[in-house]
């Protein structure tokens, strides 16, 4: 069963989740700041983590994308997660990341997330890339147009407001470019 590819950047090494790393993403996804965008401030159970990385290893498996875990190159332990998620099949694979807020300010979300983009871009062979985010996230949209993402909408996503960006394949700086 194929688990999926390494990814690296210049600071981060990022590597398919697997079962290994559900109670880290358990601890990343419930601390407030984190869950206030991606939760909808909603604390999961450890069930619904493990759902994800489950959801996750079988993407890997079936399309070669889904969540890596973010840690730095040097060595260290989870500070993050960027990915490609189906999160509504008429969407398609959207980007999504998350850093433990100690690691905020520092351009991580930018650098794993480019490193995603790259994969769905060059290997996979995507065409575009959706992310979206709550309109008060200004930091998380921020990433997305450092990214090269651009405003496409805003509509509602479960009763939400979203501010719905998307990247083109023409449109993507490679990583050194």
Do not use: K, Q
Request: charged share 25%; with cysteine.
């Amino acid at each position: 069963m194929a688990t999926g590819s390494e990814l690296a950047s210049e600071r981060l090494r990022l590597r398919p989740c697997a079962e290994r790393d559900v109670d880290a993403l358990l601890a990343l996804w419930t601390d407030p700041a984190v869950r206030r965008w991606l939760w909808d401030d909603v604390v999961i159970p450890r069930t619904v983590a493990a759902e994800r990385v489950d959801a996750s290893i079988a993407s890997f498996a079936r399309a070669e994308f889904g969540l890596w875990v973010a840690a730095p190159r040097a060595g260290g332990a989870l500070i993050g997660v960027a990915g490609l998620v189906e999160l509504e099949p008429a969407v398609g694979p959207e980007l999504i990341y998350a850093l433990a807020p100690a690691h905020w300010g520092r351009g991580y979300a930018t650098e794993a997330s480019r490193v995603v983009l790259a994969h769905a871009f060059g290997r996979l062979g995507f065409e575009r890339v959706p992310g979206r985010t709550d309109p008060p996230n200004r930091e998380s949209a921020r990433v997305l147009e450092r990214l090269g993402m651009r405003l496409e909408s805003e509509r509602a996503a479960d009763g939400r407001p979203m501010l719905c960006y998307a990247l083109r394949r023409e449109e993507f700086a490679l990583p050194g470019a």
